[in-house]
């Protein structure tokens, strides 16, 4: 079975706080991702990577900063977390080109910042 | 801009109903749309992936069709139950300088009930 795991299903930070969010994939997939997820908004870009250092940046990645220092993991760095930030956060991987871009997603981390 | 519309927004049906979900995007020049189950309060479960070159795709009670031209797709669902109660969403990958990342539908929320 794929795998996109998440290192935490929730999180409660302090407002000000430096939070990390981990995320593994296990397919040696080039592309991973970044979205949150806010009732009425729907998924929202914030990061992806397309290979090991690379990033690019999505729909709103203000208050927020990304790693990828190897291929199978891709951190999500809140620098000073607020409570705008209050959210899930789904990572996502897939194939980089091709026709099997299909993407797997991880089991989301739910954080709350109080 | 490519932009993905789900409607309806939310169903709700009798158990044993065979039913439709629709997805419609605007730009037709896509090279596979996937379609995506979310249950409350976790990830997206990847259903089906459906190339540009396919009509059909199947998985058990689920098949997705795929008309490029006309820029729709329609996920079907046969003899529901009331496991099959999510969030459905579809999603096009948007070629971005050679990389791609997904452009979502707002979903269709879907209860069965018995």
């Known amino acids: 079975d794929v795998k996109v795991t998440q290192s935490s299903r929730y999180l409660v930070k302090r407002t000000g706080e430096k939070v990390f969010l981990e995320c593994v994939q296990d397919m040696d997939h080039e592309n991973m991702f970044w979205y949150r997820q806010d009732p009425g908004l729907g998924l929202r870009l914030i990061y992806f990577s397309y290979d090991v250092k690379m990033k690019e940046k999505g729909d709103i990645p203000e208050g927020y900063s990304v790693s990828r220092e190897k291929k199978e993991r891709f951190s999500l760095i809140l620098e000073s977390a607020s409570t705008n930030q209050t959210s899930m956060y789904l990572c996502?991987?897939?194939?980089?080109?091709?026709?099997?871009?299909?993407?797997?997603f991880g089991q989301g981390t739910r954080l709350t910042v109080v | 801009k490519q932009e993905v519309t789900q409607i309806p927004a939310a169903l709700s049906v009798p158990e044993g109903e065979n039913l439709v979900l629709n997805c419609s995007f605007t730009d037709s020049a896509i090279y596979n749309l996937q379609w995506f189950r979310q249950d409350p309060g976790k990830g997206l479960t990847s259903l089906l992936l459906i190339q540009s070159s396919q009509r059909e795709q199947t998985s058990g009670r689920l098949n997705a069709s795929l008309d490029k031209s006309s820029g729709r797709s329609t996920l079907y669902i046969a003899a529901s139950q009331p496991g099959d109660s999510a969030t459905y969403l579809c999603a096009v990958p948007l070629l971005s300088g050679g990389y791609n990342k997904l452009i979502f539908g707002a979903g269709t929320r879907l209860a069965v009930h018995p």
């Open positions: 996502a991987s897939s194939h980089r080109q091709g026709l099997n871009t299909e993407a797997f």
